[in-house]
């Protein structure tokens, strides 16, 4: 049978439920949220005269949800319009409506007997064929099914999200001894494909995999951190990004989940180990504490952390009174911050001879057997352990990668010294010699099976650029960026650049690309693997320019990123721009001039030019401007001046987009870019798209004039600038650039309706960006964002 996902339901409308939904609105599918009846009526809906019968009393618990998803930070929702592809109903009218869904997700409380109630409901309207999942955290999916019709049995299964469902990557699979085979790969493929997520495949044990390693190494650090002395903030500042975890280290990250949730999590490994195992699972005397005191965490804004007049303070767990964070400072920690690569840093840290290395290994050493121990029985092998940990709590390395960062034969020499067990899975490993449970072989990646090494499972859209350029090499690098050949007859040019800001080196490396496809290529792809795609120009270099008052050479530097840009538009083989994350200022320029730009769900594109006291320099006006132009239907009349009136809006406040979807709402992208909601087939989507635009016969856009709104577009666009200025929302300088950017955008002093050439628009952009270059006001706003990270408002 060939499965389609067109229109789904969720069943449970809270914090997870309504989260699934809102990634499901946010790649177009149609969604039917349902919840329970209320059994009472509140003191309001009693005097406007409801009752319980009234549908708007009635559908209300997920309506309520609905409005929460728009004010949720961070937003579940990728534009606030896909709310409209949520329907809110009611478990008890509105189940008939599951005939008409291709997937019914379960997401409601954990508790088999009401799951299953509701199954036998469920069992009862849907149509054969439709596949049934529940998310739950832990509960037995093969208990779950239990009496249910074969038709229902054969298509149901346990399909795990994280939350937010919108940005954590991973959902764990987990089938029944019943689900069929085809249904398991159809999910697997849906999810990765169209979810855009990391799919594992997890056996049906308590927790699963993430939370069942993840509960475990969190609840060893709490006895550690006990047992040692250490205090919370001393901990935290340990396991966070020092070691490749998440920022939220251990006690932030637990304020975030909840203790209360934590403590479900927990209890259900609890209920169903034994022994030494069953021990680690019972949370400590002054959690249990914490949570009957009602001290949950983020929720309750108190938990491990509180915030008292501005100061982040610490839970003494003795005490239970809060003061000042503290954290550990030790020789291992300087040592480690000179490291190069989180695996020799990782390797300092836990081998340290001081208080550092005392907890990290004690943490570490436990949670690494753990995760062997439980090899076959929670996944069938240690690349759904290590994916799981990665994409589900955001871990740089699971643990098979942790080992071998710090050496597998050296860590379980130390264990059996500590008089610890090295689990049998590590021993096969060391009895054949082997070094590590990975190795690289001609660029491709091979895993320990316990017997020997596996390659690596890959999906073909899934492109590693560090594997590929050492199997395949480069066409041609500088210190900015490389040419790579990605085959097919599409190059790709990737930026590697300090946080990928472009300066002249990666200008040069544009240029030669693009000539070098025009002469042996099909296409170009422009894009990386880098934390963020580019968070704009060399602001460094044009500060030290400026400061130097060397305004040739920048007039210099900008024309040859104005040129490069113009290069990129007028190249006669396409080119696709494939951002991602940070996609700001120069990074926007970028994009902007690309025949097609290939983003994913999570591109934040914006001209935040004027947070550094400037106007975009390398088009991006133009840029914008023309890409509202192009982007109108045929046959529109064209109000130049509401359009001129949106691109001042969008540059002078310098708005960045939260999402691919709001960037397309910000006419950075229009209809016909694309949006890659896997952001791992992201460069294969861009690769297949520059092939297809070749393929029908691509032709480089003329050069046209452009028509601009003149001097008196250049008034319209002041007004509200100075009304804001006089109202005291805008400084003297924020003023100064808002009359710059009104001028460039405008057209300079021309009568409306004027067509003037892009060079002429470039040069009066250039113009305007070397003189406040010049100011001492801007060049003090460039110093704020270098040093402190954020503009400055002067």
């Not at 549908?55 to 409005?67: G, Y």
């Not at 439980?374 to 643990?399: C, R, S, T, Y």
């Not at 200008?507 to 795609?533: C, P, S």
């Not at 001028?743 to 050439?757: M, R």
Request: hydrophobic share 40%; aromatic share 8%; with cysteine.
């Amino acid at each position: 049978m060939a499965y389609q996902i067109k229109k789904a339901a969720v069943l449970g409308s809270g914090v997870m439920g309504s989260g699934i939904a809102a990634h499901l609105a946010n790649i177009g599918i149609p969604v039917l949220l349902l919840d329970i009846v209320p059994k009472e009526l509140t003191d309001e809906e009693t005097a406007k005269g409801l009752t319980l019968e009234d549908s708007q009393v009635r559908n209300k618990v997920a309506k309520s949800a609905l409005q929460k998803l728009l004010k949720q930070k961070p937003a579940p929702l990728t534009t606030k319009n896909n709310l409209s592809l949520i329907k809110a109903g009611n478990l008890e009218d509105d189940l008939d409506q599951l005939k008409d869904v291709d997937w019914i997700v379960e997401v409601i409380v954990e508790n088999l007997e009401i799951k299953k109630e509701l199954y036998e409901k469920v069992d009862a309207v849907r149509k054969p064929g439709t596949i049934i999942s529940s998310n739950t955290s832990g509960i037995s999916i093969e208990a779950m099914k239990d009496g249910r019709s074969e038709d229902f049995q054969k298509h149901f299964l346990g399909t795990h999200f994280f939350n937010p469902p919108r940005y954590l990557k991973l959902l764990e699979v987990i089938p029944a001894s019943s689900t069929a085979p085809e249904v398991v790969d159809f999910m697997v493929q849906f999810g990765e494909n169209t979810l855009g997520k990391g799919v594992v495949i997890a056996k049906d044990t308590p927790n699963f995999i993430a939370n069942r390693i993840g509960t475990y190494g969190l609840l060893v650090t709490l006895r550690e951190m006990e047992e040692r002395g250490f205090s919370i903030g001393e901990v935290d500042s340990v396991t966070g990004t020092l070691i490749g975890r998440p920022k939220s280290a251990t006690f932030r990250t637990l304020d975030v989940v909840g203790l209360d949730t934590f403590m479900h999590v927990a209890k259900n490994v609890y209920d169903q180990t034994e022994g030494e195992e069953q021990k680690v699972f019972e949370l400590p005397a002054f959690m249990k504490k914490m949570i009957e005191n009602g001290w949950l965490g983020a929720k309750t804004k108190q938990g491990f952390y509180v915030k008292k007049d501005r100061e982040i303070q610490e839970l003494d767990p003795e005490t239970f009174e809060y003061s000042k964070a503290k954290k550990l400072k030790t020789p291992s920690i300087e040592m480690a911050k000179q490291q190069k690569g989180l695996a020799n840093r990782v390797k300092t840290l836990v081998y340290a001879k001081d208080r550092t290395g005392e907890i990290l290994w004690n943490i570490m050493a436990p949670t690494l057997r753990y995760s062997a121990e439980l090899h076959g029985e929670i996944a069938d092998d240690i690349v759904a352990i290590d994916n799981a940990m990665k994409w589900g709590f955001g871990w740089q390395q699971g643990p098979f990668e942790i080992w071998d960062a710090i050496g597998v034969s050296k860590s379980a020499q130390k264990m059996k010294e500590d008089g610890a067990e090295v689990p049998a899975f590590v021993q096969r490993l060391l009895d054949q010699n082997y070094e590590s449970f990975y190795k690289e072989e001609d660029g491709e990646l091979y895993f320990f099976d316990g017997e020997g090494y596996k390659p690596v499972p890959v999906n073909e859209k899934v492109i590693d650029l560090k594997r590929y350029k050492k199997k395949h090499g480069v066409i041609k690098k500088n210190t900015g960026a490389s040419l790579i050949d990605l085959g097919d007859g599409i190059a790709l040019l990737e930026f590697h650049s300090q946080s990928n800001a472009i300066g002249l080196d990666i200008m040069q490396m544009i240029n030669f690309a693009v000539d070098e496809v025009e002469k042996n290529y099909k296409g170009l792809v422009i894009g990386n693997q880098g934390r963020n795609f580019c968070v704009g120009a060399n602001l460094g270099l044009i500060l030290m320019e400026a400061q130097d008052d060397n305004i040739f050479e920048l007039d210099f530097v900008v024309r040859t990123f104005q040129n490069a840009m113009m290069k990129i538009k007028y190249s006669t083989k396409p080119v696709v721009a494939a951002p991602f994350g940070m996609t700001l200022g120069g990074g926007a320029e970028v994009c902007l001039p690309a025949a097609h730009i290939q983003a994913t769900t999570e591109t934040y594109m914006g001209l935040v030019e004027p947070g550094v006291g400037l106007i975009p320099g390398g088009g991006g006006n133009v840029g914008l401007y023309s890409k509202h132009l192009k982007g109108l239907p045929n046959g529109v009349e064209v109000d130049y001046q509401n359009i001129a009136n949106k691109v001042f809006e969008t540059i002078a406040m310098a708005k960045v987009s939260t999402s691919a979807d709001e960037a397309r709402d910000n006419n950075f992208l229009n209809f016909a870019d694309g949006i890659s909601v896997n952001a791992d087939h992201q460069l294969h989507d861009a690769k297949q798209v520059a092939l297809s635009l070749f393929e029908n016969g691509y032709k480089a856009p003329k050069r046209e004039k452009i028509p601009v709104t003149g001097e008196s577009g250049y008034a319209t666009l002041l007004l509200g600038a100075e009304a804001m200025f006089l109202s005291g929302y805008i400084s003297e300088h924020d003023l100064k650039i808002a009359k710059k950017l009104a001028f460039v955008l405008a057209g300079g002093k021309v009568p409306f309706g004027t067509l003037v050439d892009e060079q002429y628009l470039l040069d009066l952009e250039r113009e305007a960006f070397l003189s406040l270059v010049a100011e001492p006001k801007s060049q003090q706003r460039m110093q704020h964002m270098l040093i402190k990270g954020k503009p400055l408002r002067n």
